[in-house]
């Protein structure tokens, strides 16, 4: 039997979101199987693995973030967390020279606030985040786009930025990013295991290179259905209503 008054904590990119048209998600009906009686979605369209891991260990470390009240902690013994990893190309800058990261305000650094993310329901404290905040994350490739240094609604960053990124693309790795992306879940995989006891936490969508992750890994979309391409319908999350159906009835075999 479950234990009643649960939460589930979700942190991730767009894949984790939820959104404002139809909000069918499959982690809904994961909460519901798990009997949480509340989720907080901590998911945001764009984000990096940095801000996702980091939002992660403020999430379990029970930091204090603007908004936050007393009783929407981490339970040790009962929550759930769960978190979709992100694409290894993407990491996070400051939004200016000026705004540096600020580790008393928490996941207020982040980004929280974007043009593209529109269409997914926002975070459970929104309205405590700064639109002006200190750290942004972005796919490398694309922010070195001649787009990029046009549309600065869509990402604020200088002229003089945008040139140091393409020349950082020379130097880029994928497969390193990857591996040093592995090596911070494994952190929060530790992290979680030294401070809960009975708390469940799972993850999606990371290739894992250190063995203490792989107990907590779910099977991915593509492995439990197959190719889902964007299709007339596909929620922002990138599946469609009727493929987060389809996804958790074959997930219930390996939960």
Same mark, same amino acid.
Request: proline letters at 5%; a negative charge.
């Given at each position: 039997?479950?234990?009643?008054?649960?939460?589930?904590?979700?942190?991730?990119?767009?894949?984790?979101? /939820?959104?404002?048209?139809?909000?069918?998600?499959?982690?809904?009906?994961?909460?519901?199987?798990?009997?949480?009686?509340?989720? =907080? +979605?901590?998911?945001?369209?764009? =984000?990096?693995?940095?801000?996702?891991?980091?939002?992660?260990?403020? @999430?379990?470390?029970?930091? &204090?973030?603007?908004?936050?009240?007393?009783?929407?902690? /981490?339970?040790?013994?009962?929550? @759930?967390?769960? @978190? =979709?990893?992100? &694409?290894?190309?993407? /990491? &996070?800058?400051?939004?200016?020279?000026?705004?540096? /990261?600020?580790?008393?305000?928490?996941?207020?650094?982040?980004?929280?606030?974007?043009?593209?993310?529109?269409?997914?329901?926002?975070?459970?404290?929104?309205?405590?985040?700064?639109?002006?905040?200190?750290?942004?994350?972005?796919?490398?490739?694309?922010?070195?786009?001649?787009?990029?240094?046009?549309?600065?609604?869509?990402?604020?960053? &200088?002229?003089?930025?945008? #040139?140091?990124?393409?020349?950082? !693309? !020379?130097? %880029?790795?994928?497969?390193?990013?990857?591996?040093?992306?592995?090596?911070?879940?494994?952190?929060?995989?530790?992290?979680?295991?030294?401070?809960? #006891?009975?708390?469940?936490?799972?993850?999606?969508? +990371?290739?894992? %290179?250190?063995? #203490?992750?792989?107990?907590?890994?779910?099977?991915?979309?593509?492995?439990?259905?197959g190719e889902t391409p964007e299709v007339k319908g596909t929620l922002i999350n990138h599946?469609?209503?009727?493929?987060?159906?389809?996804?958790?009835?074959? !997930? !219930?075999? %390996?939960?």
């Open positions: 039997m479950n234990p009643p008054n649960k939460t589930l904590w979700v942190t991730g990119d767009s894949y984790g979101t /939820f959104d404002r048209t139809n909000q069918t998600h499959w982690v809904k009906e994961f909460a519901r199987y798990y009997n949480c009686t509340r989720i =907080f +979605n901590l998911s945001r369209g764009g =984000f990096d693995n940095g801000a996702i891991f980091y939002t992660a260990s403020e @999430i379990i470390s029970n930091a &204090s973030w603007p908004g936050r009240e007393d009783d929407e902690t /981490f339970s040790y013994d009962k929550d @759930i967390l769960l @978190i =979709f990893s992100s &694409s290894a190309d993407r /990491f &996070s800058h400051l939004t200016e020279p000026d705004k540096q /990261f600020d580790s008393g305000i928490s996941i207020a650094n982040l980004n929280w606030h974007s043009n593209w993310a529109k269409e997914q329901m926002p975070m459970p404290w929104i309205n405590h985040m700064p639109k002006d905040s200190n750290i942004f994350s972005q796919t490398i490739t694309t922010i070195a786009t001649e787009h990029s240094k046009v549309d600065r609604t869509r990402i604020p960053i &200088s002229d003089e930025a945008i #040139q140091y990124v393409k020349d950082s !693309l !020379l130097y %880029h790795s994928y497969e390193w990013n990857e591996i040093r992306n592995s090596m911070q879940l494994a952190g929060i995989v530790n992290l979680f295991e030294s401070r809960t #006891q009975g708390a469940q936490l799972f993850t999606l969508n +990371n290739n894992y %290179h250190m063995p #203490q992750v792989a107990k907590y890994k779910l099977p991915t979309i593509g492995e439990l259905i599946l469609t209503p009727e493929e987060h159906v389809r996804y958790f009835d074959k !997930l !219930l075999d %390996h939960l």
